[in-house]
C-alpha cells in the first residue's frame, strides 16, 4: 500500500499506550509542520485514542497493547481519509520504500530488516528511541510517548522525506 503527502515530512510515532497529554502534544507539533501523514508503530491500547488521529494518513502497526485491535481498525476507518491497520506494513510514502512492525512478534523485524525490500524498517515495543543501520537498511525507533518508563525520554521522530534526516522529538524537553 502507498500513501502520498505534499508535506516534506512524516512523523513516527509509538507506544501511545493512552497517554492524551503527550499525543496532544506531538500531534501539535506535527500539525505545526504541516505533517498530513503519521506511522504509529503500535500500542495505541485502545480506540479512544485514535480518535486524536482524526484527519491525518495513518500507518498503524497492531501492537500486543492493542487488544481491542479491530474497535481500533473501526476508529481509524471512521476518523481518517487514508488508513492501514495490520501486522506489518510494507509499503511507500511518497517514493520512500518502508516496513514496519511493533518489535513484539517473534522474528518479524529480524525478517523486514534482513530479507525485506524497504530501505527503511520502523519499530516501536522497547520504549527506546533508535537510529542504526544493518545491512544497507536504516532501521528506526522513535522512543515511546506512553506506557511503562524504560529509561529514556518520551519521544517521536519526523523523517524529511527529501533528505532523509531523522529528528527525534523529545516531549521531556519541551515541558
Same mark, same amino acid.
Not at 34 to 40: A, C, F, V
Not at 84 to 90: H, L, M, P, Q
Given at each position: 500500500?502507498?500513501? +502520498?503527502?505534499?508535506?516534506?515530512?512524516?512523523?513516527?510515532?509509538?507506544?501511545?499506550?493512552?497517554?492524551v497529554q503527550n499525543t496532544q502534544r506531538a500531534l501539535n507539533i506535527c500539525r505545526g509542520?504541516?505533517?498530513?501523514?503519521?506511522?504509529?508503530?503500535g500500542d495505541?491500547?485502545?480506540?479512544?485514542t485514535v480518535n486524536l488521529f482524526a484527519g491525518f494518513?495513518?500507518?498503524h502497526v497492531i501492537g500486543n497493547g492493542d487488544i481491542a485491535a479491530q474497535k481500533i481498525n473501526s476508529s481509524l476507518m471512521d476518523s481518517n481519509s487514508q488508513y492501514?491497520?495490520?501486522?506489518?506494513?510494507?509499503g511507500k510514502i511518497n517514493e520512500i520504500s518502508l516496513a514496519a512492525t511493533h518489535g513484539h512478534l517473534s522474528g518479524k523485524l529480524e525478517?523486514?530488516?534482513?530479507?525485506?525490500?524497504?530501505?527503511? +524498517?520502523f519499530y516501536g515495543h522497547t520504549h527506546q528511541k533508535k537510529d542504526m543501520t544493518i545491512r544497507s537498511r536504516r532501521v528506526i525507533n522513535p522512543g515511546a510517548l506512553g506506557g511503562a518508563y524504560r529509561g529514556d525520554t518520551r519521544?517521536?521522530?519526523?523523517f524529511n522525506i527529501k533528505s532523509a534526516a531523522l529528528e527525534f522529538i523529545e516531549l521531556d524537553d519541551l515541558l
Open positions: 500500500m502507498n500513501f +502520498v503527502t505534499e508535506s516534506k515530512y512524516f512523523a513516527v510515532i509509538s507506544d501511545t499506550h493512552n497517554n509542520k504541516s505533517i498530513d501523514t503519521i506511522l504509529h508503530c495505541f491500547t485502545s480506540p479512544e494518513q495513518i500507518i492501514f491497520s495490520g501486522w506489518t506494513f510494507e525478517q523486514l530488516v534482513y530479507t525485506g525490500q524497504a530501505q527503511y +524498517v519521544s517521536f521522530c519526523i
